[in-house]
């Protein structure tokens, strides 16, 4: 006998940026969007952050139909808010791949962006980048 698999209410994807990964629960429903239990206002204050989150939604043109939940985990508040960004633009893709992947492909926002943190190299005194103290004499 088959298994029967329950369709689930939400659509699932991650989106990630240097060390942050962002499970994103994108609920066709409108409501609010949560990061790790608070409202995304709060866990990412300020202007410049709330333009950044809600570009995938403005870009697509869909502000108030849906809501979602994101679990972050990783890197630092810059990184998470990028990270947060490509999975709620993936989950618009899974939602509506005709119509707001080409939308959200101009804007940019399903590119992952590959820049992470160098390693330490052996040798060198410290971190990635820094040179051993020369001798004055």
């Known amino acids: 006998m088959p298994k029967k698999t329950k369709k689930s209410n939400f659509?699932?994807?991650?989106?990630?940026?240097?060390r942050a990964i962002a499970r994103?629960?994108?609920?066709?429903?409108p409501?609010?969007?949560?990061?790790n239990d608070k409202p995304i206002?709060?866990?990412?204050?300020?202007?410049?952050?709330?333009?950044?989150?809600?570009?995938?939604f403005e870009a697509v043109g869909v502000i108030d139909r849906y809501s979602a939940?994101?679990?972050?985990?990783?890197?630092?508040p810059s990184g998470q808010l990028v990270?947060?960004?490509?999975?709620?633009?993936?989950?618009l893709v899974?939602?509506?791949e005709d119509k707001f992947k080409p939308l959200l492909k101009k804007y940019d926002l399903l590119t992952r962006d590959p820049r992470k943190r160098q390693r330490r190299q052996a040798?060198?005194?410290?971190?990635?980048?820094?040179?051993k103290q020369s001798p004055k004499r």
């Open 11 to 18: 659509i699932f994807a991650v989106g990630r940026r240097k």
């Open 24 to 29: 994103v629960r994108l609920f066709r429903k």
């Open 31 to 35: 409501g609010e969007i949560t990061v």
């Open 41 to 56: 206002g709060d866990y990412f204050p300020g202007q410049l952050a709330k333009k950044l989150y809600l570009k995938p």
């Open 69 to 76: 939940s994101v679990k972050v985990v990783g890197s630092g």
């Open 83 to 91: 990270a947060v960004t490509h999975g709620l633009s993936r989950a």
């Open 94 to 96: 899974k939602a509506n």
């Open 123 to 131: 040798g060198k005194g410290g971190k990635s980048r820094r040179q």
